[in-house]
């Protein structure tokens, strides 16, 4: 095919099918850029149009809106630190049990894991990061709230309950739903996206590193602590990082899980919300103008949060990347 | 107890807790994926797929939103595919050493995981209200802007694997840039490019929040996209909230349902992703 079309070239004259292969080169090579220059776009265009639409929310309650926790649609009153305070504090459950656990699954596959093993686990476990958000909210809305209701929270509440300081984060009836359960569930998802992400970047560790530290009579374990995590510090924190801007801005889930409750609440087993989960919950309803703006203004805090986060993560990531490609 | 038998002690014990943690992880997804089977399984049958979606307390299936999510699904990739691809392009070949391609592929890996609710958002501003209603439109673009930046990432990465020396090679005989892209890069970047593709699919296939006030809903059958669109992952999500036992037995079954197309579609990415590019 090739060799027929160029061969096509002597038929209508040299200067004339050069003319052509200028003009289709320029025209091919404007038409990818302009596509690159979209993917700009599309970010500038996010950040424009929130912006905008939440303009009459910011105007109209001005600082207010972060501070104040009332949310009452009735006399057009909205303030955003309740979704605020649950989406940090969600994001923050999440992570307290996401990256030790993804951390030492990712320390299993590299270092102990029988290399038969290896690639199944690893497989499996990006697999589970591949489920959409949806199935682990109704999972966690049919099973999992259950399950802590009767089993965990009563065992929870009554542990606590004589613990001076603890006590309040653990009172209350156990409901099953609430902050504890969306921020478990949470924790679950992003997992695999830690643990696959460090498994990656404790791989660039080099074996002669690594050999070094045996042959002088390290454990594994002292070769992990002392070689492998500060080699690769940047690289986990980047993960660790794009794991918490997954977390934070993730909708599904959390919706299905948060009992959506505009308060903030001392104890963490009772219902809350968050930004994604008041806007999936209450968009649609939404009458009024500024109930509209005021949450599409929810969503602008949220983009620039994950912005920010995200930002930090590629950032770390890039880094190692450039230090991999030297070595 | 010596030094030694300290350091052999302290090894066992975070060796174990991170095989602890191994189990821990495998225990969810086996504990998800179970419920999820056994559920489903239960509601599962020929109907779901030849019956449309029921009023409360009746009987029914998921025809409707089936065809909705599959009409959505196509038009993204038809959007966000080409667009991917010739962005991906620019930043692997002509573009590859510009200053704009380090700062695109910075905001295109932000793209990549940024909550995608914002993504409706964004596209219920500039769409659903300029034209005063939701539409199935409005829900496929939604989804197409999800799926480029994972397109352009597999695209660039795929195109960079491919060795200078065909490039070179190709010039070499005075074939002109773009012709070297069109027949010699992407032929031997294609499978990569595909599975990037696929990727994109099995990510939006789930997708629920872009959609909530794009495309919204139908509670009847409707193919037409400059109305509102039924697709499983919102049907799912109003029926599983709902007290009715019947519309919380298809929510399952359609969760079953979307879980198995993603995970084949990633399984088939994977498998024709350890083929590599073709050399």
């Known amino acids: 095919m090739a060799a027929l079309t160029l061969g096509a070239v002597e038929y209508v004259g040299r200067s004339k099918a050069l003319k052509r292969f200028i003009a289709t080169d320029s025209f091919f090579r404007y038409l990818t850029r302009a596509a690159a220059i979209l993917v700009l776009g599309v970010l500038l265009g996010v950040f424009v149009s929130l912006a905008i639409g939440a303009w009459p929310a910011f105007h109209a309650f001005g600082l207010d809106f972060l501070t104040s926790q009332s949310w009452n649609p009735v006399t057009e009153k909205f303030g955003a630190l309740a979704p605020i305070y649950g989406t940090i504090v969600t994001s923050l459950i999440a992570m307290l049990i996401a990256v030790p656990v993804g951390v030492g699954i990712a320390i299993f596959l590299t270092e102990l ?56 984060f653990f009172a209350g009836p156990p409901y099953g739903i609430g902050i504890f359960t969306a921020g478990l569930i949470l924790a679950i998802m992003v997992i695999p996206f830690i643990s696959s992400i460090a498994r990656d970047v404790f791989e660039t560790t080099p074996a002669v590193l690594k050999e070094s530290a045996y042959a002088v009579g390290c454990t594994t374990w002292e070769v992990i602590w002392s070689v492998v995590l500060p080699y690769t510090r940047a690289g986990v924190l980047g993960g660790v990082m794009l794991g918490l801007g997954r977390a934070l801005g993730e909708t599904m889930a959390v919706t299905f899980v948060i009992g959506n409750a505009h308060k903030i609440a001392a104890s963490i087993l009772a219902p809350g919300t968050t930004i994604s989960a008041t806007i999936a919950n209450e968009f649609t309803e939404a009458v009024g103008d500024l109930y509209t703006s005021s949450l599409i203004a929810l969503g602008f805090i949220l983009f620039v949060i994950t912005f920010i986060v995200l930002a930090i993560a590629r950032y770390m990531l890039s880094r190692l990347d450039r230090r991999a490609g030297v070595a | 107890m010596d030094r030694y038998s300290r350091r052999l002690a302290r090894n066992k014990m975070w060796l174990s807790l991170s095989i602890g943690a191994a189990a821990f992880g495998l225990f969810w997804l086996a504990a998800i994926l179970s419920t999820l089977v056994w559920n489903g399984l239960a509601g599962l049958s020929l109907s779901v797929f030849t019956e449309m979606t029921p009023p409360p307390g009746s009987a029914g299936g998921l025809l409707n939103p089936i065809v909705g999510s599959l009409i959505l699904t196509t038009l993204a990739v038809v959007i966000g595919t080409p667009i991917g691809i010739l962005a991906g392009t620019y930043m692997a070949e002509y573009g590859r050493y510009d200053r704009i391609t380090y ?128 697709s499983l992952p919102v049907v799912i999500f109003q029926f599983a909230l709902s007290p009715y036992e019947d519309w919380q037995r298809l929510a399952w079954t359609g969760a079953l349902i979307i879980t198995a197309a993603v995970l084949t579609l990633s399984i088939l990415a994977r498998a024709l992703a350890s083929k590599g590019v073709e050399q």
């Not at chain 2, 065909?166 to 890069?185: D, K, L």
């Open chain 2, 103 to 230: 700062i695109i592929r910075f905001i295109n890996d932000i793209l990549l995981s940024a909550p995608s609710i914002i993504i409706g958002l964004f596209i219920y501003e500039i769409l659903v209200v300029p034209m005063g209603h939701f539409s199935g439109f409005a829900g496929s673009i939604a989804l197409g802007v999800i799926v480029i930046p994972v397109v352009v990432r597999t695209t660039e990465d795929m195109l960079l694997l491919v060795p200078n020396q065909m490039r070179e090679a190709a010039a070499a005989i005075g074939a002109p840039q773009w012709f070297v892209i069109s027949r010699v890069t992407y032929r031997a970047a294609r499978t990569g490019i595909i599975t990037g593709v696929l990727l994109a699919i099995a990510r939006i296939s789930g997708e629920t929040a872009p959609l909530l006030f794009t495309a919204l809903n139908n509670q009847f059958w409707s193919v037409n996209l400059n109305a509102p669109m039924p």
């Open chain 1, 113 to 168: 894991c029988p290399y038969l093993l290896r690639r199944p686990i690893a497989i499996a476990i990006e697999l589970l990061a591949g489920i959409p958000s949806i199935i682990y909210g109704i999972w966690g809305l049919f099973v999992l709230a259950p399950f802590l209701q009767q089993h965990v929270q009563p065992g929870l509440i009554e542990f606590f309950s004589g613990v001076p300081g603890f006590n309040q």
